[in-house]
């Protein structure tokens, strides 16, 4: 008998949930956002439609504040995946300069939700993949996989199906359409791991580097290009940096390390006491932001 | 403790920051050893050797498993005991989680760690779980997946849920309470699912004084009732989720139970998908994987069993049999696959096979069979209409299907069998399930991958049940088509027509039977041979026996399909005249006449329906007299898109008739 081992199982599960939405939806989506979650998704997607292309595009959510090293391996993992990839770039928010500096949670709201409502009605998708996973915030805890907006894009906990067994019933009206989460049940430490094991790309900034920095409000964020708006007296300082989760820079915390290897890196997150959304500064708000960022349409 | 396996992070530092220093006192009062700064000292391997340790974490294991019990068993704090100790828990959440235990916690100043495992707003302020939550952690041997489920009575749905994933159960019992009747409901329901393994969890140890007597007593009245219902096996466990005893360390407090932790007992016990591996195979196909023309393959979850590349296979429903080629993927072929990897295969010759197709071990293949008696958990507070048409999915395969009235409910409390007429959210029944088609199944018993299933609604997609087959129903297979000579095609053929099922559907009074008896007068002059089925006609004789509830609505309309395939069959053209308010009952006479149904829609508006009443029934429904009257109090729902649509207040009757006529001998000539 050959047992599998949890890596294994937990591949089994995401690659059969890829091929369940290719089979059952009309258009499907990948949502991809260059994040190391991000890039074990795209990985499995190629390995479920091997030797053919995963038959969807990538679509990328942008607002233009993402770190240069994430736009420059966008591009090359999609040409390496043979898969289309969209950018969306919310044009109000391009028209109004939505900026981090100046219109704090609104940045989020329009790019992102905003955008991403824009993005899913202008291309038809009727499912669109995420890289969430259940172990990142509480809430997602009784996510499910299949995961159902009404055709304004709501998420509604009381309105989700039941999933038993392998089966997801993927049925839904016209209009409405279906988060799928083929990483449910992953955890960071499995997408690491997959990541060594894998050998996948991911963005240099998860490994540390002396990178610019200033320090505010008890984050460390990186000064990526020249539109970061300096206070007055502030000197960005080189520091050994990396990132546990990527996104807007100015937004983003980095955390100080020495840990320049996967297995460095590893090793430091599992002596460290902090949990990865931490260094998002969209979660502080209160308790229960992430649940009411869902049901708006936030992923 | 020593030779024991303890828990990767919290390791042997936080088992001894987990012990009390002094005797029980119980309930603790005090802060029982969660201090901040105790815990979280980590498995030195990670410090000195993270290459060892990432090794050692890759041939992990992954038992998935829930947890059941009530609010008061203490089973979330459980959960977040097995997060702490295992170190699923960062300092953040742990700060987060300090805070919100003094303002909603039910710990006093201690830590609260039910909040750790209550996530959505709503639900904190109640202070219980309402839903299915999934949790992990991992320890040095394996990692684990909890479905957290909860207790209460009126989440039956959520407990099966978390169940059906799962290869072992939790059982939690208050050690102060005992065998309580949701322990039956929670164990029923555990054997309903078939999990593999039981472990009874005798918590809040702590606050009997940890007193063997307590603990023994309760193994005894579990083991009478769970031989009852044929649990043959279980390991009982004295433990305290609130102090950490049994937990993932041995208790100091009770030297005479010398059995496993919960953790160890965890730790050892077999996973289904690999048990999966000793049945014969089984690969559901879920997609055709066709690149190019030189590339067949077909990709799938493998259900049970064992595949190599020359194994001989059978496809299920055709039968037909080949070999396997290979097994391929993206990195390099495989020698073998088993039984919960997701694999593509190609095969030696180029047979049928697509998606919802099972491909099997040749020798031993599953059933093929569309008529069963099932085990139903109704999940959807609309309850049950027997005779209505469902989606039915099993593995990949998604079909009709009809359930009939129920033989009888369980109740799960005391387990005896109820008579009823349908079934409720949260109900278990056991009824007949015919199919619209064959599926390939195996009995639950052998297996869940072919043999437990989901109820769509058509009209509001929601999955509404859960079922496990038990077994085909004998007459399903012993009954078989009459072979007749006379062929349905000869008897169209003789009369030179294509038989059709003109259905007309419409408000009462909205000119149906009116525009179906001018289309049979045309069709009659011009040498067709039809029939028309009114309504209230069929009624008078077939129907006599049934009202107008839903689901005798529903009865009503599956009789004049079935009567009216067989006029089709014998060649001729039917008209039909009913109200037929339900889209799924239109679209189930679609499903039984494929290519025959032409629907069409006599859209009359309410109003204008209800101003003519022609019979003086809307003026009766109105005062109250007639109950369930379509368009006042029961709803209908009209065609999303019917093959013609008749607006009866621009269009005359003649004239819908006429362009009726013409629309039929249009299809007919693209026919002949």
Redesign the interface.
Same mark, same amino acid.
Not at chain 1, 1 to 13: G, I, N, P, S, V
Not at chain 1, 138 to 142: D, I, L, Q, T
Not at chain 1, 161 to 167: F, G, K, S
């Given at each position: 008998? $050959? $047992?599998? $081992?949890?890596?294994?199982? %937990? +591949? !089994?599960?995401s690659?059969?949930i890829l &091929? +369940?939405v290719? !089979?059952e939806a009309e258009r499907p989506v990948m949502l991809y956002s260059v994040g190391k979650d991000s890039a074990v998704m795209l990985h499995l997607a190629? *390995?479920? /439609? /091997? =030797?053919?292309?995963p038959p969807f595009p990538l679509l990328h959510v942008d607002t233009t504040w993402k770190f240069r090293a994430m736009y420059e391996l966008r591009e090359r993992a999609a040409v390496a995946a043979g898969m289309e990839l969209i950018v969306h770039q919310n044009p109000d928010a391009v028209a109004q300069g939505i900026n981090p500096f100046d219109h704090g949670s609104r940045h989020t709201d329009i790019w992102k939700t905003e955008g991403l409502k824009q993005a899913l009605t202008a291309g038809g998708f009727d499912v669109a993949f995420g890289g969430a996973r &259940?172990?990142e915030e509480? #809430? &997602?805890? *009784?996510e499910r996989i299949f995961s159902f907006r009404s055709a304004s894009q709501r998420w509604d906990?009381k309105a989700q199906?039941? +999933?038993?067994?392998?089966?997801y019933?993927a049925? *839904?009206?016209k209009g409405e359409s279906i988060r799928v989460f083929p990483l #449910?049940?992953w $955890?960071e %430490?499995?997408i690491w791991?997959y990541i060594? !094991?894998e050998q996948i790309e991911i963005v240099p900034l998860y490994l540390a580097a002396p990178r610019p920095t200033v320090e505010r409000d008890g984050m460390l964020l990186m000064v990526d290009d020249d539109r970061f708006r300096l206070e007055p007296g502030e000197v960005p300082v080189d520091r050994s940096i990396r990132f546990r989760t990527l996104g807007c820079y100015p937004l983003t915390g980095a955390v100080e390390s020495q840990a320049t290897t996967l =297995?460095?890196v590893?090793?430091e997150m599992? %002596?460290?006491?902090? @949990?990865e959304r931490?260094g998002r500064a969209i979660d502080h708000d209160q @308790?229960?932001s992430m649940?009411k960022k869902k049901a708006e349409g936030y992923f | 403790m020593g030779a024991k396996p303890d828990l990767v992070a919290p390791a042997k530092a936080g088992a001894t920051a987990l012990e009390r220093e002094t005797p029980a006192t119980p309930p603790p009062s005090g802060d029982p050893g969660l201090r901040r700064g105790d815990e979280y000292t980590p498995d030195s391997l990670i410090a000195s050797d993270i290459d060892a340790y990432l090794l050692q974490h890759q041939h992990k294991s992954l038992l998935r498993f829930i947890t059941c019990g009530s609010v008061d068993d203490g089973k979330s704090t459980l959960i977040g005991r097995l997060l702490y100790d295992s170190r699923a828990i960062f300092a953040d959440q742990l700060s987060a989680l300090e805070a919100d235990s003094k303002r909603v916690g039910t710990q006093g100043q201690n830590i609260d760690f039910a909040l750790l495992v209550d996530g959505l707003a709503a639900e904190r302020e109640q202070g219980i779980t309402i839903d299915v939550a999934y949790r992990f952690f991992a320890t040095e041997k394996r990692k684990f997946i909890v479905a957290d489920t909860p207790g209460h009575e009126q989440y039956t749905r959520n407990m099966v849920t978390g169940a059906s994933t799962a290869d072992a159960a939790v059982i939690l019992i208050d050690a102060r309470k005992g065998v309580l009747p949701q322990t039956r409901r929670h164990s029923f329901l555990v054997k309903l699912l078939r999990l593999r393994h039981v472990v009874l969890a005798v918590n809040k140890m702590d606050l009997v004084e940890y007193d063997q007597s307590v603990f023994d007593t309760i193994v005894a009245d579990y083991r009478a009732f769970a031989s009852a219902i044929g649990i043959e096996r279980f390991t009982a466990i004295p433990i305290s989720g609130f102090a950490g005893d049994n937990v993932a360390s041995a208790s100091t407090e009770m030297p005479w139970y010398d059995g496993p932790t919960l953790i160890e007992h965890l730790e050892t016990i077999d996973v289904e998908a690999d048990a999966a591996q000793a049945r014969p195979f089984r690969l559901p196909v879920q997609w055709v994987n066709r690149p190019d023309l030189d590339f067949r393959g077909f990709s799938g979850l493998i259900a049970s069993g064992s595949v190599r590349p020359g194994d001989a296979v059978r496809i299920l429903p055709s039968g037909r049999t080949t070999t396997v080629a290979r097994i391929v993927t993206m990195d390099g072929d495989l020698p073998e696959a088993v039984a919960g990897q997701s694999v593509t295969l190609t095969l030696a010759d180029e047979v049928d096979c697509s998606r919802g197709d099972v491909i099997a071990l040749a020798d031993a293949p599953p059933q093929v069979a569309d008529q069963f008696r099932a085990t139903l958990v109704w999940m959807s507070e609309t309850p049950l209409l027997p005779g209505r048409s469902y989606w039915l999915k099993l593995g990949t395969q998604t079909v009709g299907a009809t359930v009939q009235e129920p033989r009888h409910a369980i109740d799960v409390n005391t387990l005896a069998e109820l008579s009823v007429k349908t079934l409720g959210l949260n109900d278990i029944g056991v009824a007949e399930v015919y199919t619209d088609r064959d599926i390939v199944f195996e009995p639950f018993a052998d297996g869940a991958d072919l043999g437990g299933f989901i109820l769509i609604d058509r009209a509001t997609n929601a999955t509404v049940a859960a079922g496990m087959l038990d077994f085909a129903l004998r007459r399903a297979q012993n009954v078989h088509w009459q072979a007749i000579d006379i062929t349905n095609a000869a008897h169209a053929d003789q009369k030179g027509q294509t038989p059709r099922l003109l259905w007309f559907t419409g408000l009462s009074g909205s000119g149906k039977s009116t525009i179906a008896n001018l289309v049979e007068k045309k069709l009659f002059a011009l040498g067709r041979h039809s029939f028309l089925l009114d309504g209230d006609n069929v009624r008078h004789g077939l129907n006599k026996d049934l009202g107008f509830t839903d689901a005798d609505r529903v009865e009503n309309i599956r009789r004049i399909g079935e009567v009216a395939k067989l006029m089709t069959d014998a060649g001729l053209i039917v008209l039909t005249a009913f109200i037929s308010p339900f889209r799924a009952e239109r679209d189930m006479v679609r499903a039984m006449l494929p290519g025959a149904f032409v629907e069409i829609f006599v859209d009359t508006p309410l109003a204008e329906a209800e101003a003519r009443d022609v019979k003086g029934l809307y003026a009766k429904a109105r005062a109250g007299q007639i109950a369930n009257f379509t368009g006042i109090s029961s709803p209908y729902e009209a065609p999303e898109h019917p093959d013609i649509r008749v607006d009866t207040t621009r269009e005359s009757p003649e004239a819908a008739a006429e362009r009726i006529v013409e629309h039929i001998m249009g299809v007919w000539s693209h026919d002949l």
């Open positions: 008998m $050959t $047992t599998l $081992t949890h890596l294994q199982r %937990l +591949e !089994a599960e690659i059969h &091929r +369940e290719v !089979a190629r *390995k479920a /439609f /091997f =030797p053919g292309k &259940r172990d509480k #809430s &997602r805890a *009784k906990p199906r039941p +999933e038993l067994w392998h089966l019933n049925k *839904k009206a #449910s049940n $955890t %430490l499995d791991q060594l !094991a =297995p460095e590893i090793q599992l %002596l460290t006491t902090t @949990s931490q @308790s229960a649940e | -």
